[in-house]
């Protein structure tokens, strides 16, 4: 039986040096078969520089129509049986691609694999989560940050435990994560209607719709750098986060019936976001001050 591989693809956004480091951890790793660079307009030729000194492929979308987007582009550039898909300031660790095929492999059902995200201080990123129902969604909205400890955040923080074994989930983070091909052109990839946020939830929903398994592993570690980019106004960021979620929500509930809770959610998250962009703002303002 032929070794499992990976075509790995990088979706970059004005990327700095990142790119670099990826790279760095991405070409020759055991198990990858080919590595592509997406660039989604990013208005300089870092990316491009990058992929060509690595001398891996490269493609320039030449707009930015969003992370699932340009996800999707770069899976059709190859053709190995699974697809890794990842953030540019992430940096994969010795045998990480190898572990996420491994598991991957051993199970026919198994649709997608994560790794263990740690950040740069050592902690564990929740980068696998269950699928946000209505009430935990809306539980963990409301009093995830002014009541860390309630209920229904805490059963959307999953244990994940790096000395643990494997955890069933309902949807793995984009920022990192290994899909089977087929089950990933079967459900055609990312929705390409997120623009950024929820694209991962949405495809972790199908996938379990599908009948597939998701799965996180510990003994995959990748590191993410983060600080590659950064927004001096908070708004357009949580404006695509929250027109996400409402766009999650019209996905999962669509029904006629249930229209009221759609309504329910759309001015919730409308709230949500005002009262978000206001603190946000509040807190940039004092940094200046």
Known sequence: MPKPSADVVVVTYKPGDTIASFLASAVGA???????????ASGDDVAEK????????????GRNGGYGTAANVGARQ??????LVSNAD??????AVAAMLHTAA???AIGAVGPRVQEVDGSTYPSA??????????GHALFGKAWPRNPWTRR???????AGGEVEAGWLSGSCFLVRRTAWERLGGFDERFFMFFEDVDLGRRLSEAGYRQVWI?????????????RSDPAPMLKAHHESARRYVAGAYPHWWQAPLRAVVTAGLAARQRAEVAAARKRLTARAD
């Open 90 to 95: 992430i940096v994969l660790e010795s045998g």
């Open 156 to 162: 959307y923080k999953l244990d994940l435990d790096p």
């Open 50 to 61: 990058a992929a060509a000194d690595a001398g891996v492929g490269f493609v320039q979308t």
């Open 30 to 40: 055991d198990g990858v078969a080919s590595v592509t660079v997406v660039d989604n």
């Open 78 to 83: 190859g053709g190995a049986e699974w697809i």
């Open 218 to 230: 510990p003994q995959a570690v990748v590191t993410h750098l983060g600080g590659h980019s950064y």
């Open 106 to 108: 051993s199970d026919a």
């Open 129 to 138: 989560r269950p699928l946000p129902t209505f009430l935990l969604g809306t």
